[in-house]
């Protein structure tokens, strides 16, 4: 039998899996919003989603319809999520204000903080949070304390 390589091609060790109600218009504004490149998607019966995937910015994330029977639960149904999904761009204000324009809401906007980046977070209308961020200096660690104490936080 061939080796197989442990982490397929165009994967890494971690990927978030969403699940999603309405996993294909989840797709389509993951698109809208940050340029996500679909790959694949298999739809069971009736038509859900039993997995898809797409990357963002070379990351894979895949995608499953919400499926109660099945214990499949998004975070609409569970009234939010403790996981916020971080993607690192470019230009975090132009991907920020095109992901509210393709329809997520800014739930803190974008500042320069003390870690080095420049960040906000969106929710997408699927109930996923995302913080967006560009690094734009680099701060050491030992530094990390009195930079975050010299911080005014947003809100």
Not at 26 to 37: D, Q, W
Not at 74 to 92: E, F, M, N, W
Request: aromatic share 8%; net charge neutral.
């Amino acid at each position: 039998m061939p080796k197989v390589k442990t982490i397929p091609d165009g994967m890494t060790a971690v990927t978030p899996h969403l699940v999603v109600a309405g996993a294909a218009e989840a797709i389509e504004f993951y698109k809208k919003a940050f340029g996500a490149v679909e790959e694949m998607r298999l739809a069971g019966p009736g038509g859900k989603l039993m997995h898809a995937r797409v990357h963002i910015n070379g990351a894979a994330v895949f995608l499953v319809d919400e499926m109660p029977e099945w214990n499949c639960l998004g975070p609409k149904v569970l009234k939010g999520s403790p996981v916020t999904i971080h993607l690192y761009v470019a230009d975090v204000d132009a991907v920020v204000a095109q992901a509210v324009k393709a329809g997520a809401t800014a739930t803190m906007p974008v500042t320069d903080m003390f870690w080095g980046d420049r960040y906000g977070i969106v929710q997408d209308p699927f109930g996923h949070n995302w913080s967006i961020a560009t690094h734009v200096r680099d701060v050491k660690n030992e530094d990390l304390p009195a930079a975050m104490k010299a911080q005014k936080m947003p809100g």
